[in-house]
């Protein structure tokens, strides 16, 4: 798929400009030093494509946790952010400072998860709402596992089309890899596409 | 009593909810307030209603969570404050209530069909699943920690049978060493022929040194038993490997068990082996030997009869004792035990003159029939 340097740039920044802001909100949350970046990003409308090489959607070897909020109003899709199983439980514990077995995602640490994804989620979000100009409607974040053989990340729709970006926590010294994963209908893209096109032409 | 905003908000009943539910304008002003949130609360909707969130509900000063708030607004979609990260933002009507005392928060915006716009703050009570997380951690870590004491134990454990299995080793092969000299020296001595007492105390001192050397060997099976995992047997199999050899020509053996198989020591060849043995040397004109198997409530009977003299009645549970027998008197001791590592039942409940009957009880799980 065909995307331009500034459609790329563009969602990679106000991606940026979320997930740090969500960096911000999660420090003072936990009064814990985050850093997150987000090294990659890769936007096409086939899944294998979309996914980045290294991807965690791309492993095999482990299952994944993943919080989901679908969307839709002037643009219309799903967001996912996915971690690693095991990877996830670790952010937990560290963020929480809890003690014992780290082992079991339970029902607490569900809701931890479930907000810190919020927090990432929302600020991504928030962040892409530069470049609508209507208020959209949400679901209520959901929190699935699966295997990470991508299935579960199959389009709803062949047009529709996904944005990866990889995202990076830094937590403690501990480095934890994610996948920020949004799919966006066909039509929605191309709005999106078009707002960036001008406000890079305009500004904001 | 809940003062709602409007006609629509008011037709949804909120107070039927079990989750306390505040709706708020975009001012922060409070809009409803409903009764769950009366009850855990004890603040009354009226004194809540068109008063500024944070001076209702303090926790809502905090910059951090008007931060997260102002998402709500700016398109950014429902925000969660989970119990973990802020353990009761609502404040209780008393500290000793047990309602409300962990809470989980969702805050999610909405228009009113006018289009103004409102966020609704749903209150969880989450308190009962809390504690039983918290509880069902406190014991994962005491079984956690259990466990390790127990792998720490099996260790100790499995180093001192380690040591004693060396030491019973080199005993006895440092037994046998000496013993092989003194028999050696002891054949010498018989083969030059000697007479009256002194040969009569030369036979004994023979026949006790190999009494001696059966234990050796007792005491070398006795330490392989339960040493490897069991595993399945074929009964047919068993059969057909163990009633090879001298011992066995003119014995006739039929298996009518199928494919059934028997979860066992690995000894249980052994055991096979020393029932055919004992069938035959004590039987004295065995000629034929059955095996067959009868299911039994949930369990299996393995019937091994031979045609034998028998074994007499008054020496039934005697055979299985250690030291019983014309022999060394350890095989059919050895046999039971070694049934025994996996649950069977050897009992004896043949007819003496008609022939011995042995019968092993296998119990439920540890037998099964492939291609069944």
């Given amino acids: 798929m065909d995307v331009s340097e500034e459609v790329l740039d563009g969602v990679k920044e106000l991606i940026t400009i979320g997930v740090g802001r969500s960096a911000g909100m999660l420090n003072r949350l936990t009064r814990t030093h985050v850093t997150l970046t987000v090294p990659e990003v890769c936007i096409s409308d086939t899944y294998s494509e979309c996914t980045i090489k290294h991807s965690i959607t791309t492993q095999d070897t482990h299952h994944t946790s993943r919080v989901v909020l679908d969307f839709s109003g002037e643009i219309t899709g799903t967001f996912n952010l996915i971690i690693p199983h095991i990877s996830a439980l670790n952010l937990v514990i560290i963020l929480t400072g809890e003690e014992g077995s780290p082992d079991e995602m339970d029902a607490l640490r569900v809701e931890t998860l479930l907000e810190v994804a919020n927090i990432i989620i929302s600020s991504v979000m928030s962040a892409l709402s530069i470049l609508i100009s209507s208020k959209l409607s949400f679901q209520y974040p959901s929190y699935q596992t699966s295997s990470s053989d991508g299935e579960h990340l199959t389009f709803k729709d062949q047009s529709d089309v996904g944005i990866n970006a990889r995202t990076r926590f830094l937590v403690q010294e501990k480095e934890i890899e994610g996948d920020i994963f949004i799919v966006l209908n066909r039509e929605s893209f191309e709005h999106l596409t078009a707002r960036i096109m001008t406000l890079m032409e305009t500004g904001l | ?344 039942e050897i009992k004896e409940t043949g007819t003496e003159g008609t022939g011995a009957k042995f019968e092993i009880r296998v119990p439920a799980g540890n037998f099964r029939y492939p291609g069944r």
């Fill in chain 2, 1 to 344: 009593m809940m003062v709602p905003d409007n006609k629509s908000i008011a037709a949804l009943n909120l107070n039927s909810l079990p989750v306390g539910v505040c709706i708020i304008r975009e001012n922060y002003t409070i809009s409803t307030w409903n009764q769950t949130l009366e009850k855990w609360t004890g603040i009354d909707a009226d004194d809540a209603t068109d008063n500024l969130l944070s001076s209702v509900v303090k926790r809502f000063a905090d910059p951090l969570i008007k931060d997260r708030m102002n998402v709500v607004f700016n398109g950014g979609g429902p925000v969660i404050l989970s119990s973990r990260f802020h353990s009761r933002i609502f404040p209780l009507k008393s500290e000793t209530q047990n309602e409300g005392k962990f809470q989980k928060i969702t805050i999610s915006p909405f228009e009113l069909p006018d289009g103004e716009p409102r966020a609704m703050i749903a209150v969880e009570d989450v308190t009962a699943i809390t504690e039983q997380v918290f509880k069902y951690r406190q014991i994962k870590d005491q079984i956690k920690y259990e466990l390790e004491e127990k792998k720490k134990t099996e260790k100790a454990l499995a180093v001192a049978i380690n040591k004693l299995n060396t030491l019973a080793s080199i005993t006895r092969h440092d037994l046998n060493n000496s013993l092989t000299v003194f028999l050696g020296y002891l054949y010498i001595i018989l083969n030059n022929n000697p007479e009256g007492k002194i040969a009569k105390y030369l036979e004994n001192m023979k026949q006790a040194a190999e009494v001696m050397r059966n234990h050796i060997a007792f005491a070398r099976d006795y330490q392989e038993m339960g040493h490897s995992l069991p595993s399945w047997f074929n009964i047919h199999t068993l059969v057909e490997t163990s009633g090879v050899g001298p011992t066995f020509s003119g014995v006739t053996f039929t298996v009518e068990t199928g494919t059934l198989e028997v979860l066992a020591d690995p000894l249980i060849k052994k055991a096979i082996y020393n029932l055919l043995e004992n069938a035959v040397r004590h039987g004295e004109h065995t000629s034929l030997i059955t095996f067959k198997s009868l299911p039994v409530e949930d369990k299996i009977l393995l019937i091994i009869e031979d045609n034998g003299k028998g074994v007499p009645e008054s020496i039934k549970e005697k055979i299985f004792e250690r030291g019983f027998g014309s022999n060394t008197g350890l095989g059919l001791f050895l046999v039971r035990e070694i049934l025994g590592i996996t649950g069977m």
